[in-house]
């Protein structure tokens, strides 16, 4: 009787869902109802804004590291049955863990890097001559170019993906009253505790890794010239400064190499004397190994842009300006750019290439160059036995 009651609740259920609470909440999931199964949708990234992301983009950062304490060493003496005089048997403590500051190509600010690191300390030593474990190590992740500064001195730069640097090593464990057993002491009482770990002030300062920079005034349309060869996706609008952090676009080819693009932020007049963003962008151009400078062609003499550009990059580093690079003149769609385009020619001996970010006219020309800039590139770091950095 009770089996037919059942059968009949469970049949009535399904012909007469239970409707939804009261509020509009779903119920928990049910295999009965549509209505009230989960939503199983994946939830779309949230996208944050540019000046968002600036909160999230940090390129300094001071931290404090300590090593893990040692471990101190063991006391205690052997004993059991009809071994009265075992001796000593005091193990050695555990040696404290490091902090190791780790490249990680995944981390791209240092805004997950906390104030304050400290290893794992060391056990003590046990009985029976038993050592204590050592402390765990403790990794920060960092962005791939990482420069680690001590007392304004330069100790570490992290340039390729996976390269480590002990930031504070930790202490050495202590001796248990075993390691002062000698011929003259058969009963040594003496152990050294564990020793303190290494502690250092270290300033990370994070300089983008890539292979080209974008350098140019502001509204120049390096975002949009970004965008347009890679998918990067920087903010785009009409009025200057919209970049606010360095961006890097990936440019892929067919045979499968890619070459990385940096988007510096928009320099002004004066920003070697840290005028408008100052040099707060300009230490991320020092890791690009050709540049790429973007000039307005629709303003009048476009060619001193490019003449305040180099001065910039002289006045903040010499020799920056005369590294491998190439003159794009962009906003070639407006009549104006195609009158000063042969004024630019005239006036400068480097080769420029005119083109759209907007409309996507003579693209094929800069990708082309740009593979010509990369590929001497490697054979020059070949050449000189190093290996060539790669996205």
């Not at 040594?188 to 920079?213: D, I």
């Not at 892929?252 to 004066?270: M, N, R, S, T």
Request: charged fraction near 25%; proline fraction near 5%.
């Amino acid at each position: 009787m009770e089996t037919r009651d059942r059968r009949r609740f469970l049949s009535a259920l399904l012909l007469n869902p239970v409707p939804l609470p009261a509020g509009g909440r779903q119920a928990p999931f049910s295999t009965t109802c549509v209505r009230c199964s989960k939503n199983r949708r994946l939830r779309q990234k949230r996208v944050i804004s540019e000046r968002k992301l600036t909160r999230y983009f940090v390129d300094h950062r001071k931290v404090r590291v300590v090593g893990g304490q040692g471990g101190a060493g063991g006391h205690s003496f052997h004993s059991e049955p009809r071994k009265v005089f075992g001796g000593p048997d005091g193990g050695n403590g555990g040696d404290g863990g490091h902090v190791i500051l780790k490249a990680d190509q995944q981390v791209k600010s240092l805004s997950s890097v906390l104030p304050f690191y400290q290893g794992f300390n060391g056990e003590r030593g046990g009985r029976k001559n038993c050592y204590g474990a050592n402390g765990a190590y403790v990794y920060v992740k960092v962005p791939v170019g990482t420069l680690v500064k001590e007392d304004g001195e330069v100790v570490a730069d992290l340039t390729r993906h996976g390269e480590e640097y002990v930031a504070a090593y930790g202490g050495a464990g202590g001796k248990g009253n075993r390691f002062f057993l000698s011929n003259e002491n058969r009963a040594p009482t003496l152990f050294t505790p564990g020793e303190p770990g290494q502690e250092r002030v270290l300033h990370l300062e994070l300089k983008t890794t890539a292979h080209a920079g974008l350098v140019g005034f502001p509204n120049a349309g390096k975002s949009s010239l970004l965008r347009a060869i890679s998918n990067a996706r920087p903010a785009v609008a009409a009025y200057p400064f919209t970049t606010l952090n360095p961006h890097v676009g990936v440019v892929c080819y067919q045979d499968y190499e890619q070459v990385a693009v940096a988007d510096i932020p928009g320099l002004i007049k004066g920003a070697h004397q840290n005028r408008g963003l100052g040099m707060a962008f300009l230490r991320h151009i020092e890791r690009c190994r050709f540049l790429l400078y973007v000039v307005d062609l629709s303003v009048s003499q476009p060619w001193i842009q490019l003449q305040d550009l180099k001065y910039e990059l002289e006045q903040y580093k010499k020799g920056l300006s005369e590294r491998p690079s190439v003159v794009i003149g962009n906003k070639i769609d407006l009549t104006e750019s195609r009158l000063n385009l042969p004024l630019l020619r005239e006036q400068i001996d480097e080769r420029v290439i005119a083109l759209s970010a907007l409309t996507g006219d003579n693209l094929e020309e800069l990708f082309l160059h740009l593979r010509e800039l990369y590929n001497t590139y490697v054979k020059t770091e070949q050449s000189q036995g190093q290996s060539p950095v790669k996205w």
